[in-house]
């Protein structure tokens, strides 16, 4: 049953996160203090970028330094698919296919790169078992971070880590609004919530967590990111 009506709610004043901070309690104090604290039922989007700052994902890096930063993205690639100029387009240990293997330069100090979790589903996990035990709520938790798209410009949020909500949901052997049996339809749920978290976040503003409110309660359970990833011997185009 889809969802009558969702809000989408910015979490500001969540301050600079640095190595070591407790992402729930930043979050849960930001969204109190604005005025629409977590609530039951939420699903709370968090950045990548935050997440990969508070368990120290930062390594040393010169921006102006090309040769040193196509070697940190070789050593955070399993495998290199295309490279043209200094675009590298790789498959990371977590299975994910994106550009530079999910390396970033942005918001973060000089001289520093960041780096993708090294497990965003147990990423996932932590911050939502945080929020039960330092706030008593029960929501879902995804992390977020920025893909392009094969055959389409612009970029995108993704769901790169997911706890307590499902990823898939399998709509198969269900019927249309016509009563026709839906046959291979599966909806990329985390993958739909994530840029519709971004709407309010944006890439500039410093508001690196919103909250998704409204979502029907049949998504919620158990789920992981690696349900988004389409296992190579299904890819047509690897």
């Known amino acids: 049953m889809p969802s009558t009506g969702l809000s989408i709610i910015p979490i500001n004043g969540v301050g600079e996160i640095r190595p070591g901070d407790e992402i729930a ?9 604005s005025g629409t604290p977590l609530a039951d039922g939420d699903c709370l989007v968090v950045t990548q970028k935050v997440v990969s700052k508070a368990e120290g994902r930062l390594v040393l890096l010169d921006h102006s330094d090309r040769d040193a930063r196509l070697r940190l993205v070789e050593s955070e690639s399993v495998r290199i698919l295309r490279r043209r100029g200094d675009l590298v387009i790789s498959e990371t240990s977590h299975g994910f296919v994106c550009a530079n293997a999910g390396v970033d330069l942005s918001n973060v100090e000089a001289g520093q790169a960041a780096l993708l979790p090294v497990d965003p589903d147990r990423s996932a996990k932590h911050i939502r078992d945080a929020l039960r035990a330092r706030s008593s709520v ?13 055959w389409r410009n612009g970029l995108t949020d993704v769901a790169i880590g997911v706890s307590g909500i499902a990823a898939i949901v399998d709509l198969r052997d269900t019927t249309d609004a016509l009563g026709r049996a839906l046959q291979v339809t599966e909806l990329a749920l985390a993958d739909e919530i994530a840029p519709a978290a971004e709407l309010v976040m944006g890439k500039a503003t410093g508001v690196p967590a919103a909250i998704v409110r409204g979502l ?9 990111a690696r349900e988004l990833i389409r296992p190579a011997s299904e890819d047509l185009f690897r």
Do not use: L, Q, Y
């Open 216 to 224: 029907s309660k049949e998504w919620f359970r158990e789920g992981s």
């Open 25 to 33: 309690t930043h979050v849960a104090a930001a969204a109190h203090d």
């Open 138 to 150: 029960e929501v879902a938790v995804i992390i977020s971070d920025t893909f392009g798209r094969p």
